[in-house]
């Protein structure tokens, strides 16, 4: 299965809603992680099941969409929001990932 | 709480091995499939080998590392494995262990293939 993000970067204003998206090239039900990567570290967690966010994650973020066709939106861009955003599925081994979504700070 | 570390990494010339290690705690590792993944520099994250957890230790390769890399694992000592054979400049990258379900992953070990 092949995962396309797009954009593949934007920049925003603090305070400014963000919303990126993902194409899965099969349907993959809602089987889909969405991860945020900083610098020199692994990726984090952010939500699960395409909507459902982790424990302990800022409300800002969110998820929705089922199939193939899925987006994910900040609310209320933060500083630390920066970062690599890469979309996972899990309908099925391997788990591919996106190309990523590449946020940063106007 | 899940917890996954990696060792191993090294730089190794074109043509060299290489073994990494994983080490698990906080969950029964035997149930998981567990998986390696990879992320060269700037680059994206590619999926290397992926194992299932017990019975039938089904595993898979991608196919540019057919052939050289081997996945494995001891579920007596909580334990994955990558055993990287005929390195090639571009399997430099940092090498995840990631728990397939739940997506727990360790901290990654850099491996640097280069003469």
């Known amino acids: 299965i092949e995962m396309t993000q797009s954009p593949s970067s934007l920049s925003a204003s603090v305070g400014d809603r963000v919303t990126f998206t993902c194409q899965a090239s099969?349907?993959?039900?809602?089987?889909l992680n969405w991860y945020v990567q900083k610098p020199g570290k692994a990726p984090k967690l952010l939500i699960y099941d395409a909507s459902i966010p982790e424990t302990g994650v800022p409300s800002r973020f969110s998820g929705s969409g089922s199939g193939t066709h899925f987006t994910f939106t900040i609310t209320s861009l933060q500083p630390e929001d920066i970062g690599t955003y890469y979309c996972q599925h899990y309908d099925h081994l391997p788990p591919t990932f996106g190309g990523g979504t590449k946020v940063e700070i106007e | 709480q899940v917890h996954l570390v990696e060792s191993g990494g090294a730089l190794v010339k074109p043509g060299g091995s290489l073994r990494l290690s994983c080490t698990a705690s906080g969950f029964n590792f035997s149930e998981y499939y567990m998986a390696w993944i990879r992320q060269a520099p700037g680059k994206g994250l590619e999926w290397v080998a992926y194992m299932s957890g017990s019975d039938d230790y089904y595993f898979k390769h991608t196919e540019s590392v057919k052939g050289r890399f081997t996945i494995s694992r001891d579920n007596a000592k909580n334990s994955l494995f990558l055993q990287m054979n005929s390195l090639r400049v571009e399997d430099t990258a940092v090498y995840y262990c990631?728990?397939?379900?739940?997506?727990?992953w360790g901290q990654g070990a850099l491996v640097t293939v280069s003469s």
């Open positions: 990631v728990r397939v379900s739940g997506g727990f």
């Open positions: 099969q349907d993959i039900t809602n089987y």
